[in-house]
Structure formats: C-alpha cells, structure tokens
C-alpha cells in the first residue's frame, strides 16, 4: 500500500521533486524494502521468498511478515470494548455476526437433505458456535452471513461482520488489514484436475492450461507471484476468477478449464462432490486457517484465541470432534491437518 | 392484393395512347405549324419514324382539338383517365394501410405480447428454480410445475416468434440465440439438481452459474426480442394511420374535373343533366366519402386501440416482468445469504435486496400506469387487486428482511416461501390480478383494432369497382354527345 503510494508519488512529480523524493527513498529504503517486497509478492509467508526477506531486516515493519500465523495475541478471558458491544446487542439481535462460506462441503454448507432445516453446517460452522457459547452463552446466537471469497477482508473493515471463519488463510498481506487468531488448521494450495488428464501436480504437466480460481484467494495470488517469479509453468492461464472456488468445479466439469488450485482441505471438498476428478500431487505450500476479526478487536482476538485452546484440548466435543465429523471421510490423516502449538508473537 | 393497383394501372397506359401525347400538342404544334410539319423534319433527323409518328399524332390531336367531337374525344379520355387513376391510388394507399392495419391486429401485436410472454416464462423458470433450492431438500411438486410450466412457454412462444419473424432478421437472431441458450440453462438446472439430490453443494454453485446465464444472457436477449417486435408494432401502426393525401388530392381534384365538364355541357347544350357524367361524379364522390370517412373512422379506432390497448398492454406487461423481477431478486437475497454486495454513496447494501427494491418501484409505477390507462371497471379493478397485493408485499418483505438481518433465516425464509402469510401469496396475486387485467386490455385492443380493419375492409375493392363504374359513366356521358355529331 505504502510502497504503491510511493510509485505513484514518484510518477506525478518531476525533475526536481523526483530528486529530492529519491534521497527521502534512499533514507527510508531499509525500513521500506521489505514492505514492498511482501505486498508485491502477496503470498503467504510461510514460504522460503517471506523468511529470507523478513530475515533480512530489523525493522519493524518486517514484523508483520515473519511466520504470519504466529502473529496473534496470546489468549486471555478478559472482556474488552469489542466484546462489550457484541454483548450489549438486545433481543433479537443480541448474536454474534460470523462471516462464512455456504459452498463449502464439509466446512460451511447446507445440506439440502438434511430435512428442510435452512441450518449450515460443517468445520467451520462447529467453530463459528463454540465462539458463539464462550462469548454470549448460547451456541446458536449466531447471524451466519455468506461472504465470498474477495470479500472478506471488507466485511470486516466495513463492520458488516465481527469475524470471519470461513478457510481463510492467515498471510501477511491480509494481517496488514485485519488481526488474525492462532491457526486452527494447516493445508496447502494444491491442483485439481479429472482422473483421466495428463496434469500430475504443480509442475511442467500444467504447460498450457487454463487454471480456476478464486478471486482474491491465496491460490490466486500465490500462482500470479509465481508467474512474476518465472516458477509457473509456461502459458498458464490464469484469466478463469470465479467469485467461490466451488464455481471452479462447474468450470472444470463442463470443460471450459483444465485444472483448479485451492486450498488442499477444499479441493478435498470438491474432489468429494465428484468422483471423476481427484487431487494431483503434494500441497505445494504450507498455510494455516485462522479466524480473521477487526484489527484493533484486541480483546475478541484474545479470546478467540482462549477458546481455539479449549476446542483443542477437549477430547470429546472439540478440534477432533469435528474434524472425525466433517472432514476424515474426504482427507486423509489428522495429524497432518492439525497446526502446531500456537505460538503468540504479537505484542499489542 | 396489391392486383388492383396494377390491374388498373394498365387502363391509364391505354387511355394514355391518346391521352398523354394530348399534352404535349399545346406547345409542339407552334414550331411544327411554321415550319411546315414534313419538310422540317427530314433535315433535323435522318431515322425520323417514330418522330413522324409521334408528329402524325400530333397533328391529328391538332386537328381533332379544332372541332367540338374531337374536344368531346380528349375530355372524354381525360376524364376516364383521372377516374380511374383516382380508384386506383385509392385502391392503392388503402390497400396498403389495410394491410398494416391487418399486421398490427394479427402479426404485430401478437408478437408483441408473445415476446413479453417469453421473457415472463423465462424469468418464472428462473424464479421457480431458485425457490426450490431455497426450499432445501428435494423441491416441491409446485416449484417443479412452476418451472416446468416456464420452460414449456417460453420454447412455445419461440417457435411462435420464430415462425413469425423474417428469415435473417435481427428479431430472427435473437430468437436463435434463445433457441440456444435455453437448453444450456436446462442444462445447468439439471445438473443442480441431480448434485442437489446428492446432498452436494456444487448443486448450487450450477444453479449459480444457470441464474448468471439467465440474468446476463438470456433475459437481455428476451428484452431485446420485446423492444424489437415493440419497434415493429409502432412501424405497422405509423403505416395504417397517415391520411391518404394523394387519393383524397386525386379525388378533389377529379370532382372539380367532373363539375368544370358538366358545367361545360351545360353551356353548350343547355341540358342540365348528363347521365353518364352525373353517375361517374356520383361514384367519384361515394369513393371520396367513403375513403374519408372510412379512413377516418379506422384511424380513431387504431388510435384508441393503441391508447387503450397497445399502451395498456405495454404498461401491464412491464408490470408483470417488474413483479417476476422482484421475486427472483427476494429469492436470491436469500440464497445468497448476503454474499453480493454493492455500495451506493459509500454504503454497503445486499445486491439482491437492492434491486429488489428497485424491481418493486418499477412495479410501482407500471401499475400507476396500467391504473390511470385503463378506461373501464372491468380493467382499473385487476389493477386494483394488484396494487394491493404489492402493498402487502411490500410489507411482509420488509418483516421478511428483518428477520433475517437478525440471524433468524429460517423464520425469513418462511416469510418468503412459507405458506400462509409468505410473500409468495403476495407474488401469486399480483401475478394473477395482472393476468386477468392483460386479458381484459388484449380483448379491448382486438375489438378497437378490428373496428378499424372493418371501417376500412372493403375499400380498396369498393374503389376499384367503383372507379370503373365512373370511368364508364365518364365515357358513356361524352359518347352520347358524340353521337348527335354522327
């Protein structure tokens, strides 16, 4: 963002004003570098790129980037303004506003058999309530809002929702804009694409292809900066952007793309939905999902935090719980989807 | 047809023989006088045979214009000739705004609402289909009828439209384009539903994709096909109602040509009454009144059939497609559960729920519309029904909304697709009320239209026959003074 201003600055002035403007530059180089690099690359930052950048600078804005999803507060039960307003809410309205997914199999859906009850479910949607119960006592005092994909970060901003829980991967362009809780589940983006094609993963095999997916998606920034990097394979095309990655499976089964990228816990989903396609090769990057709530929400990201801990810890009705419920029909082993112990980097 | 205009088009040529070179004579025989008629021309042109003839001609037109029989001969000739180039002009323009005016009765119109028909089909199988996903499970025997009822009209009223439209037309084009998204869309709906049934979200993602190809592509090209066959219906109109000024200029001046004739007799011979030329003056001035009047009269009935018809219809049918819109756009907002959104003045609205306010404004005003053009009880009292049932819609949406603005979705959905007090009842009333009211206001455009075709059936023969019968009274009433020269 700032680095974009920068630019721009940069073009309207001329002659002398660029001048003086470069040394300003020149000055604040060091502090800046890292910043354009990261909001250039716009990937996670777990991968290599981010380390060795973040690795290469004290300063502070650099912060942001090393391990993104150790930045979050450590937990803690105590109220705060942003509870206080979500408590004060009256009768009908007194809800928690959770921005999440209806597409998702497994994650956030509906389930048009389920009796003819409107009710979402899945992963997601477990969580969703159990923040619910922590913070207003009741697990179904829940207002679900479907979000898609490129509107999460401004649902949040714009206050339409106190927090996002819908496979959202915590990376350091989105901390920038929104606070981030610990992890709750680990994948990585992986390729899609029917039994009978000759792709066999992220690799030469995809020279050619017209790749889904989802607007404003780590897939989707994370294959442009590979682009940038000259890392993808030769004439992908990349111009099929659907507003959910679901749509990427409609896109894929009538034929008019080759191959999807998603998360490896929804192309999971999708593989799920449809027997003729399955996914190719190993998650060729590592991200987490966090919840996602206002940047200066300090006190919920607490204690989302606190309740990401119990959910964990409880044997019986938590991660596990869910995860044996929704999710190990389609993926494979447990232990590769839960995150490590939280580490809580942020100071404030 | 269009015989009369032609068969009658080739009398002139034969009166013309001695007619048009009648003409000419005034001047040419100046110069022929002078210089002596034959001699001159051998100089002047070495093939000089059909100057000669021409000339032989016009010589003997000189000559016969000398005596009275030959002055008789050419007012004879001339006034056959103007009668019946005035029947058939008349004939000829009338013929013409019969024809339109049949077209607007029977084509244009017709095509008209068939379009409209298709776009409502069209956006009521949309509609259906949402609501069943919205309903969850399997849907319901209604929506399936609904939707099946949908698609049926709307693949009937292209093969209408597509027999109706000329080959290579834009309309034509559009209708093909129809005729080849609709089985996509059907297509795509059962897709949904089979992963529906499965219990698998990507069922909805089809039913996405279908609405999207509805919205952006199916539904334009429908509205195009209404506009288009709309444009038609005013160019039929804009053909029937022009006065026909060259049969009623023809006409006016052929009566003063049969009065300045019989005033002429009269001087001569001091008889009042020539037989022949009083019959053709008659028929001349039957087939005048008649046009006018008949003109008249059909051009006040098309006019009320467009004001009170066409209009009415034009206002009922905007109504109709307003209301489907609106249904589609309550549907939506639901099953989109706010994922689209716009912002207008820096706020953030939900796209569906936005345009469906938009679609109930449009509503709004059609049936102010519809309401301040019907002319009769039997009309304003649909319009009525239908401004009440918006009313309340109005209303339980509003309840609808809150609802599900506070989280209580399945109690808003229930609102909206439930059964008693759901703004479906709302949706099914107006629909209805307006169904009866398209009824009521096509009867009345077929009635006041097809005033107009009769006022003027019939007059493109009437003037024909009419023409001749003065022609021969023409000829008749100058043969008889003629004869007292033998």
């Known amino acids: 963002m700032r680095a974009g201003r920068l630019r721009a600055g940069l073009k309207g002035w001329g002659g002398v004003g660029a001048m003086a403007l470069a040394c300003v530059l020149a000055v604040l180089a060091s502090l800046l570098l890292p910043v354009i690099h990261s909001s250039g690359g716009g990937g996670a930052g777990t991968d290599d790129d981010g380390h060795g950048v973040a690795h290469g600078s004290q300063a502070r804005a650099a912060q942001a980037c090393t391990d993104p999803e150790k930045q979050t507060l450590a937990p803690s039960g105590d109220d705060g303004p942003t509870i206080d307003e979500i408590r004060s809410r009256e009768g009908e309205k007194r809800k928690l506003i959770v921005g999440v997914d209806q597409n998702s199999y497994r994650w956030g859906y509906r389930d048009p058999n389920s009796g003819g009850d409107a009710e979402l479910e899945g992963f997601d949607i477990d969580l969703a309530h159990r923040i619910a119960e922590d913070i207003l006592g009741d697990a179904d005092a829940v207002q679900f809002k479907a979000i898609p994909t490129d509107q999460r970060v401004p649902a949040i901003q714009d206050g339409r929702v106190d927090m996002v829980v819908r496979t959202m991967t915590i990376n350091c362009d989105r901390l920038e804009d929104v606070a981030f809780s610990a992890p709750y589940f680990r994948t990585g983006q992986q390729v899609l694409a029917p039994k009978s094609s000759k792709i066999t993963g992220y690799d030469g095999t995809l020279a050619g292809k017209e790749i889904c997916t989802a607007a404003g998606s780590t897939a989707l920034s994370t294959l442009e900066r590979d682009r940038e990097d000259g890392t993808l394979p030769e004439g992908v095309d990349l111009r099929t952007t659907v507003p959910n990655q679901l749509d990427c499976l409609v896109r894929l089964q009538l034929g008019e793309v080759d191959a999807v990228v998603t998360d490896g816990a929804l192309a999971a989903s999708q593989a799920a939905q449809d027997p003729t396609v399955e996914l190719k090769g190993d998650a060729f990057t590592t991200e987490y999902y966090g919840v996602a709530m206002k940047k200066d929400a300090d006190d919920l990201v607490r204690r989302v935090n606190r309740v990401l801990e119990q959910w964990r810890a409880d044997r019986t009705g938590g991660w596990q719980h869910s995860y044996d419920r929704w999710l190990s029909e389609t993926m494979d082993d447990a232990a590769k989807s839960l995150p490590p112990t939280p580490q809580y980097l942020r100071g404030s | ?486």
């Open chain 2, 1 to 486: 047809m269009t015989q009369p205009p032609k068969g009658s088009a080739a009398p002139p040529p034969g009166t013309g023989a001695s007619g048009p070179p009648a003409v000419p004579p005034r001047s040419a025989p100046v110069p022929g006088q002078r210089s002596g008629g034959v001699p001159a021309a051998p100089p002047r042109s070495a093939p000089p045979r059909r100057r000669t003839a021409f000339a032989e001609g016009v010589d003997r037109l000189r000559a016969a214009a000398v005596t009275e029989p030959g002055r008789l001969r050419i007012i004879g000739a001339l006034l056959a000739a103007l009668v019946v180039a005035f029947g058939a002009v008349t004939a000829w323009q009338m013929n013409e705004r019969t024809a339109a005016a049949d077209d607007v009765l029977t084509r244009s119109q017709p095509l008209s609402s068939a379009a409209a028909g298709i776009y409502r089909s069209l956006a009521e199988a949309n509609t259906a289909a949402s609501s069943g996903f919205l309903a969850g499970g399997q849907e319901t025997e209604d929506s399936r009828t609904r939707y099946d009822n949908g698609i049926r009209a709307a693949a009937e009223g292209l093969v209408t439209a597509a027999a109706n439209s000329e080959p290579k037309s834009p309309a034509a084009q559009t209708i093909a384009e129809l005729n080849r998204l609709l089985p996509e869309y059907k297509g795509l709906v059962e897709r949904a539903r089979t992963y529906n049934r499965q219990g698998f979200p990507v069922g909805g993602a089809y039913l996405r994709y279908a609405n999207e190809k509805m919205q952006k592509e199916m539904l334009p090209a429908a509205e195009d096909l209404y506009t288009k066959e709309n444009q038609r219906l005013s160019a039929d109109y804009g053909d029937a109602k022009p006065y026909p000024w060259a049969a009623i200029a023809l006409g006016v001046v052929l009566l003063a040509a049969l009065a300045w004739a019989q005033h002429r007799h009269y001087r001569r011979t001091n008889r009042v009454l020539n037989h022949g030329l009083v019959a053709a003056t008659a028929a001349s001035a039957i087939v005048l009144l008649w046009l006018v009047v008949g003109h008249g009269v059909a051009r006040s009935n098309l006019t009320d059939s467009y004001e009170h018809g066409v209009r009415s219809l034009n206002a009922l049918n905007e109504a109709r497609i307003a209301s489907l819109k609106a249904r589609g756009n309550e549907n939506l907002t639901l099953v989109s559960r706010g994922a689209e959104t716009t912002k207008v003045d820096g706020k953030t609205y939900d796209a569906y729920d936005l345009a469906f306010g938009k679609n109930m404004d449009a509503l709004g005003k059609a049936l102010a519309e519809a309401g301040r053009l019907a002319d009769d009880a039997a009309g304003e009292q649909p319009v009525g029904t239908a401004n009440g049932n918006m009313a309340e819609w109005k209303k339980r949406h509003s309840s609808a909304r809150e609802q599900d603005e506070n989280g209580n979705y399945q109690q808003a959905l229930d609102l909206v697709i439930g059964g008693d007090g759901a703004t479906v009842e709302c949706f099914d009333g107006v629909d209805a009320a307006l169904a009866t009211a398209l009824d009521h206001e096509k009867a009345e455009f077929e009635q006041a239209a097809g005033d107009g075709l009769d006022a003027m059936g019939y007059l493109p023969q009437g003037a024909g026959v009419l023409a001749g019968l003065g022609a021969a009274g023409a000829l008749i009433g100058i043969g008889r003074r003629l004869s007292e020269y033998r």
